[in-house]
T-cell receptor
Framework: GIQVEQSPPDLILQEGANSTLRCNFS?????LQWFHQNPWGQLINLFY???GTKQNGRLSATTVATERYSLLYISSSQTTDSGVYFC????????????FGKGTKLSVKP | DGGITQSPKYLFRKEGQNVTLSCEQN?????MYWYRQDPGQGLRLIYY???????QKGDIAEGYSVSREKKESFPLTVTSAQKNPTAFYLC?????????FGQGTRLTVV
């Protein structure tokens, strides 16, 4: 079936550390996106990354579509990076109907 | 400012009542979506609409209804038939495969 799996489920970091979050997705999932859900619940778009690599400040993401995975890198983490990180992709011919993973809960300690 | 506005932020409902959650966007996006999030979980699709006056059920449509009379607006009604309506509800819109989200409505049944 259609699956989006994220790892690790929980991650605790000291401020300044680097981390890698992983998203594995099944055959029919494409148009991958990464989101950060802040403590107030809002989903912030981080990357739209169906393939290749993108960077935005301390964050970067890589999707290898042929191998069905995507990675989100956070460098020099800050306490404001805390929250839940979701990857999601749409399936088949749909536009924007996203299948979400269960998320990685990141806690950055000062 | 362009964006997606959901209201109210918090909503309390008595058992047996219908309530309507508002979602408005001024991004000129064609497609709009409603998702539900339960604690510790990813988002699940309730309904989506690709064009005005047309909408389709998502994975968990039972107990919900929607309308799409205007491009900018996609209200969600949580009916008394929804057995467990307490959740965080997120509205999204997209013009292509990339989706953007509102700030959410937290619904609690009392």
């Amino acid at each position: 079936g259609i699956q989006v799996e994220q790892s690790p489920p929980d991650l605790i970091l000291q401020e300044g550390a680097n981390s890698t979050l992983r998203c594995n997705f099944s055959d029919s999932v494409n148009n991958l996106q990464w989101f950060h859900q802040n403590p107030w619940g809002q989903l912030i778009n981080l990357f739209y990354i169906p393939s290749g690599t993108k960077q935005n400040g301390r964050l970067s993401a890589t999707t290898v579509a042929t191998e069905r995975y995507s990675l989100l890198y956070i460098s020099s983490s800050q306490t404001t990076d805390s929250g839940v990180y979701f990857c999601a992709g749409n399936y088949g011919g749909s536009q924007g109907n996203l299948i979400f993973g269960k998320g990685t809960k990141l806690s950055v300690k000062p | 400012d362009g964006g997606i506005t959901q209201s109210p932020k918090y909503l309390f409902r008595k058992e047996g009542q219908n309530v309507t959650l508002s979602c408005e966007q001024n991004l000129n996006h064609d497609a709009m979506y409603w998702y539900r999030q339960d604690p510790g979980q990813g988002l699940r699709l309730i309904y989506y609409s690709q064009i005005v006056n047309d909408f389709q059920k998502g994975d968990i449509a039972e107990g919900y209804s929607v309308s799409r009379e205007k491009k900018e607006s996609f209200p969600l009604t949580v009916t008394s038939a929804q057995k467990n309506p307490t959740a965080f509800y997120l509205c999204a819109s997209s013009r292509g495969p990339e989706a953007f989200f509102g700030q959410g409505t937290r619904l609690t049944v009392v």
